[in-house]
């Protein structure tokens, strides 16, 4: 009887154990999904590295945010520039557009989305036709600049010193 009560006292302890360290890993879970980083996405949009973009990608996929789908969007699309098949360019062009453009719909103010989409029309071959937008785009991101976030503005400057489209001037 000893025994048992003791057994009993002992795996009650362990499940109490697991559960407090289940719920300190949830928690700073939940704590990076919601410190996303968009310094950090920035960078990794402008390295074009495949192992970052598909780390990035991990990590929006189990997001929360609200500009999850224009994120995903653009990576997916920045993919498809890297990957070498062309069938899977296509694929990954196509899914990436549909959520960036979806993004867009749902809210056409956002400056930031308008620059995620210039900055992947200036690169997108002519074969997928994804160009219509450019000057809408640039006059969009000219006009409510000073209202993105710093870490968006810094990332549209950075963008604009290479940009046959933006220039440093127009900010």
Known sequence: MQGTRLDFAMKLRIIFALFFILSGAIAESKNLIQNFDR???????????????????????????????????????RKAGIVKIPKEKLKFFKKGRIKLETALLKDSSNGEYHFLRLAIQEHAPEIVKYRTEIETDKQYIKRSFKNLSSAVQQAIIDYSKNSKILHPQDF
């Open 39 to 77: 310094e950090a996405f920035y960078m990794v949009m402008a390295s074009g590295k495949m192992e970052d973009i598909n780390e990035e990608l991990t990590l929006l996929n189990s997001a929360t945010i609200n500009e999850k789908e224009a994120y995903l969007g653009a990576l997916l699309m």
